[in-house]
């Protein structure tokens, strides 16, 4: 009999997936990982692997008759997740930790342990689906069917190791269905919230995260337009994403946007909004799923943020490095972001952009 190691967030998804797991014929074991032993707001709603979290994952793998675990990756955590997320934002990066969290954790330290416990698989209640192709020879990631949950996008990293050891239950499936099977079973959170934002910064309150968790200050400076006039004081440049518009706390006589930030002079650039499109990127510490190398230009769909819907383009390889160019000008291409490029709903691979 094959043997899962669930990751269980406590909420419904991972639940679910643990009991269909089970009715598959696996060998199933629940896990949590304690992944941030830091202060949270109060009344944060929004996060996982909280006590509570953990006693709900608890109540469904005792409902399963399966063996439950908690994990401390805590110290991993902090170093690989929270420590690139803080230097990213002090870099001018817009970071997405959920993404170091897959490569680094979920499916690295995780996928370790699961080694060391001589099982087969690691099971996630992650909106996508595995398949192995005949035709390339090698697994391959494919957006879930239901589009309006895929997470594909935050999943780019996984590799053909990764890809033949992990099971994604949901792939083929939708929340009505998962919420429905959870209330059917009698699971304590049928009906629970899906967390959202960063799970370490449940109220999306970034800067404030990283000033309290490094004990920095981060000085004010100078907002200018693009000849240098200045037009008010920002209070400090990790406040501010490319794009962004809301919060900059200045009147001026027509919408601007953060449009730069220089780091060297502690400026933040302001454009209009014509000045956020740009139409090519470069991409670093990239991961192909589909080919271990693009030889040529090939034709693609792209996109620069998890919510994005996929844009036409032309990638290729330049070294270690993606170059991408869309057919369309796009908006806010932040440093920092993944691009994930697409093949219909396959992954071809993606990377960071520069």
């Not at 690989?80 to 680094?104: H, K, L, M, W």
Request: aromatic residues 10%.
């Amino acid at each position: 009999m094959k043997k899962a190691l669930i990751a269980m967030s406590g909420g419904v998804d991972s639940s679910v997936a643990s009991l269909l797991i089970k009715e598959a014929g696996y060998e199933a074991t629940g896990i949590t990982m304690k992944l941030y032993g830091g202060e949270l707001p109060e009344n944060s709603t929004n996060t996982c692997c909280s006590e509570d979290d953990i006693a709900d994952a608890r109540a469904v793998c005792n409902k399963l008759k399966i063996p439950y675990y908690v994990f401390n990756f805590t110290d991993c955590f902090n170093e690989q997740v929270i420590s690139r997320f803080i230097e990213a934002y002090e870099n001018g990066s817009t970071p997405n930790p959920c993404i170091d969290c897959n490569r680094y954790i979920k499916f690295d330290r995780l996928m370790k342990r699961m080694e060391e416990l001589k099982m087969d698989f690691v099971v996630t209640g992650h909106y996508a689906r595995i398949e192995y192709s005949e035709k390339l020879g090698r697994y391959v990631l494919k957006k879930a069917l239901d589009n309006t949950k895929d997470q594909s996008y935050v999943l780019y990293s996984l590799t053909q190791y990764q890809l033949s050891h992990t099971l994604f239950p949901l792939g083929s499936m939708n929340k009505t269905e998962v919420r429905k099977i959870a209330e059917e079973n009698g699971f304590i959170n049928a009906k629970k919230h899906d967390s959202q934002d960063i799970c370490f910064v449940p109220d999306g309150k970034y800067a404030e995260f990283i000033e309290r968790y490094t004990g920095k200050t981060y000085e004010n400076g100078d907002f200018v337009d693009k000849d240098g006039n200045i037009l008010g004081e920002h209070k400090g440049i990790i406040r501010y994403t490319i794009g962004q518009r809301k919060g900059l706390g200045l009147a001026l006589p027509a919408p601007m946007y953060v449009f730069k930030k220089d780091l060297e002079n502690n400026k933040v650039i302001l454009g209009s909004n014509d000045d956020l499109f740009t139409s090519e990127l470069y991409a670093d510490n990239i991961n192909l799923i589909t080919t271990d190398r693009i030889t040529e230009p090939i034709r693609i769909k792209a996109k620069v943020r998890y919510n994005q819907k996929e844009q036409p383009a032309t990638a290729e390889q330049i070294g270690g490095k993606l170059h991408i160019v869309f057919d369309e000008p796009q908006r806010a291409i932040c440093k920092g972001q993944a691009v994930v490029m697409y093949d219909g709903d396959t992954v071809v691979g993606g990377g960071t952009i520069l």
